[in-house]
């Protein structure tokens, strides 16, 4: 997700400028102090705007963090569908995917630890988010393997949905402690494992699924 810079406080921007302007600086917050200790006051501060201006464009903070949560999940899910379909077989796929989807999570402004390792994950509608995101990743990587194997559609997804819920749990578990472990070293033996497993399922007759 890009941050637009903060805008002169003399100046007076259209209504959707406003509102991405306002949610660059609430998705600062969320990711310097996490949805509890952040307050509506920071984020108007923050955005050089008075709270009442803030509350114009967003009923309450959970309605602007869920913006926020909706609009990263959007981002992670286009970044997998372009690497699906720009890649070249399957094994430059997994590759492509798992090394996008890092590169995200690694990104400052990407608002990946504000979706993903928020301390808002427990409430209903983020971990339907969170979920919508898991599932469409699954069903675009299901597509694939629905193309390309005899396998049934819900198994396709069922395998697709899968491989995303690896790829998510391990991004989550690095960024804990990407200080320490090193990315490349991290996807080299994610992209192993998958593709044992990807690999492993027998392709329909005429399909190529191994790198071009």
């Known amino acids: ?10 100046v007076r921007l259209p209504r ?5 302007q306002l949610l660059g600086a609430a998705l600062e917050a969320f990711a310097e102090s996490g949805y509890h200790a952040c307050a509506m006051d920071d984020i108007a ?23 926020i949560a909706e609009s990263v999940s959007d981002e992670v899910v286009r970044t997998i569908d372009t690497v699906l379909e720009t890649a070249e077989g399957n094994h430059d796929r997994i590759a492509g995917c798992l090394s ?8 400052p402004a990407s608002g990946f630890s504000v ?17 919508r995101t898991r599932q469409a990743c ?7 393997l629905a193309e390309e194997t005899d396998l049934a559609w819900d198994e396709c997804v069922l395998l697709g949905t899968a ?24 996807l080299e033996l994610l992209s192993t494992i998958a593709w044992r497993g990807w690999g492993a399922v027998p392709p329909r007759a005429g399909a190529s699924v191994h790198p071009g």
């Open 115 to 131: 979706l993903f390792q928020s301390d808002m994950g427990s409430d209903p509608e983020v971990a339907a988010i969170l979920d």
């Open 1 to 10: 997700m890009t941050v637009p810079p903060p805008p002169d406080r003399r």
């Open 100 to 107: 996008s989807f890092f590169e995200f999570a690694a990104r």
């Open 163 to 186: 491989m995303a819920g690896m790829a998510q749990a391990a991004a989550v578990s690095w960024y804990a402690r990407r200080d320490t472990l090193p990315r490349e070293r991290v």
């Open 45 to 67: 501060e923050r955005a050089g705007v008075s709270k009442p201006v803030l509350y114009q464009h967003f009923s309450s903070k959970l309605d602007l963090y869920l913006a």
């Open 138 to 144: 699954g069903e675009s990587m299901g597509r694939v």
């Open 16 to 20: 959707a400028e406003r509102r991405a």
